[in-house]
């Protein structure tokens, strides 16, 4: 098949005006001028008229479970409160609640141009129950042994065993405060063993910044009274000890980010360079410690977008994500605003030059989204908003249904 369309922004060269792309299977065959590739391939021709037609969008950080929390929990005083409300939300919903709202969230995250989920859940063994996800899935089962740290083992074992299945996917020790140095420690062997993808959210609040370096601090009190062992406080910063206990390679997407000291900032420069998604609507939900965009850009590091869950956030939008961040960022250009919801993301999940990109060879998960001004064609593309009108995945059209 040839899809026509009036412009195509492959995220790997240049837009192409009056272009098309060329599928065969679920592979990107050819991509070029439309009279180009027509002489070079054949097949039927789908004419997408006055549209534009880029890869489709990877969402590197969500936790679709909490779809059915969206504006359940309004902002609070502290992270630690916004814990204890999440958590008191999720005491009152059943397996069938989660599953539906995971099935809601992938709907909701295709309707919105994401071809490609990295979805954290807490649930491994509700996988099963989502049979073909609309979209492409990375299932990462969130681990937490705050409560029982003499699991860890079992914890990270039995989840293992639940997502295997699933074929793509990794394993996601919660947090330094709510996962054990245990757990992380299995979590990495057994990347080792299944050669499979790691993430973690990592020095997202100043609480969290104030509990490892100074043993004081909501998130420290909140912690010990449910009888985590806060030996390693007082110490050092979230950063400090990750990098100093983990093996730090590209097999880790770390979430978040948000609270560094200067310190951390020289770590990062001499480290080994890891995957870091950011959150941007989150972000300013929680009223975080400005994200340091460009210091890390500069460092190496690559960055990807997520939307985190709807317990924090509006919508599983990427395209507000990435208004929201070029808001934030006045220097950020909306190219590379999109490269972080595309080319990035396909770099964190070892998928570069097969997902987020219009290549031959590639993948072909693409979308189309109406032409709507004669204004920079990476402008009109952060600007769309709505439920986008086309959407490929997998060879497969998707939308319209
Ligand atoms: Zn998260």
Partial sequence: MIIRAR??????????????????GNKIADVGRFDDVRQRQSG???DLGEQILIPGLINAHCHLDYTMLRGTIPPQRSFSDWIRAINAEKATLTDQDYIDSIRAGFAEAQ????????????????????KEPPVRTWWFGELIDVRNPDDAERIADEAAELLKPARRWGLAPHA????????????????RR????????????????????SASGAAFNFLREIGRPMDDCGRETPLSLFMRTRTIDQRWIVAHLNALDAGDFDLLDAAPKFHIVHCPRSHTFFGHT????????????????GTDSLASNSSLSLFSEMRELLDKEPRLS??????????????????KNQLGCIRAGATADLIALPLRSSTDVFENIVAFEGAVPWMMVDGKITLPV
């Fill in 194 to 213: 299944e050669n499979i993808l790691l993430t973690t959210h990592l020095a997202e609040s100043r609480e969290e910044m104030e509990m490892f370096r």
């Fill in 7 to 24: 412009t195509v922004v492959s995220m790997a060269g240049e837009p192409i005006d009056d272009g098309a792309v060329a599928v065969s």
């Fill in 176 to 191: 330094p405060f709510t996962a054990s140095q245990r757990l992380y420690a299995r979590c990495e062997e057994i990347a």
């Fill in 44 to 46: 039927e021709v789908l």
């Fill in 111 to 130: 309707r919105f141009g994401t071809t490609t989920i990295l979805n954290l859940t807490a649930f491994p063994n509700l996988i099963a129950a989502i």
């Fill in 290 to 305: 400005p994200f340091a965009l460009e210091r890390l850009r500069a460092l190496g590091f690559n960055i990807c977008l």
């Fill in 334 to 351: 909306p190219r590379e605003a999109l490269e972080m919801t595309t080319v990035n993301g396909a770099a964190a999940l070892g998928q």
